[in-house]
């Protein structure tokens, strides 16, 4: 049934969701990629639709920004409309030099100082790790499109403007690069027994100063967004 986040009933969502944090992301990924797509969720302007993608169910669903937000739809995607895998598919800054703007990166080990996990359950360690076997399909769908792909360590942050911060402190930590969900999506996943991955795109460089604009960051995904796709198929 209905929650007060997402106005989808049970059937309405595929077992596989892919998460971009921007909404509009999620409706650009679903008109470019899906076929007859059907609008799951507009509550809050965080869209959500489920089409076919090569004759397989499969649904795209904006997370919004952050692990509170990640961690509202996370939960309930999994607790109230059946589903078994999100893929996330978002944006990092990369920490180090080895990380070029469009590069695609797919996350082992995720950092965090977030309460995040301690609070929901009581789990007070600060890495958490995606599902190894959903990792293992997306890797070996990398190579089957001879896709370049890094394995990375994020650092997933609460704080997008952190005053007094040297990202330089992350890398001691071993983290390449950094975005602000995957952290609590591991941790709903690993709670619930379900699965969760995140691949990223890296839209802007500490080391270089080079950026990618908004516009870019929602419509020029596409090695990701394909990667992603070709995954869920298998699941």
């Known amino acids: 049934m209905a929650t007060a986040h997402i106005q989808a009933e049970l059937g309405d969502i595929a077992k596989t969701v892919l998460m971009p944090g921007d909404p509009l992301r999620a409706k650009f990924i679903a008109e470019k990629f899906l076929d007859n797509p059907v609008v799951f969720n507009s509550v809050r ?46 944006s990092a800054g990369a920490y180090v ?38 990792n293992q399909k997306i890797i070996e769908t990398a190579q089957e499109l001879s896709q370049p792909l890094h394995s990375v360590r994020v650092h997933s942050s609460d704080v997008f ?17 950094v ?28 080391i270089t100063k080079e950026e990618l604009s908004a516009e870019d960051r929602q419509n020029s995904f596409n090695k990701m967004m394909t990667l992603a796709l070709e995954t869920a198929v298998k699941l």
């Open 45 to 90: 302007n965080m869209f959500g639709y489920t089409g076919t993608y090569k004759g397989k169910p499969l649904s795209v669903m904006g997370s919004g920004m952050g692990m509170p937000s990640i961690g509202i739809y996370s939960y309930e995607l999994f607790t109230q409309f059946g589903v078994e895998n999100i893929i996330r598919i978002g």
């Open 97 to 134: 030099a080895e990380l070029n703007v469009n590069d695609v990166v797919l996350t082992e080990t995720a950092f965090s100082e977030s309460s995040f996990a301690k609070v929901q359950s009581g789990y007070d360690k600060d890495v958490v790790f995606p599902s190894g076997t959903l």
């Open 161 to 177: 403007y952190a005053q007094n911060k040297d990202y330089r402190d992350y890398v001691a930590k071993g983290c390449d690069c």
């Open 179 to 206: 975005e602000m969900e995957s952290f609590a999506l591991f941790h709903n996943a690993a709670v619930l027994d379900k699965n969760a991955a995140c691949l990223l795109t890296i839209s802007d460089s500490f």
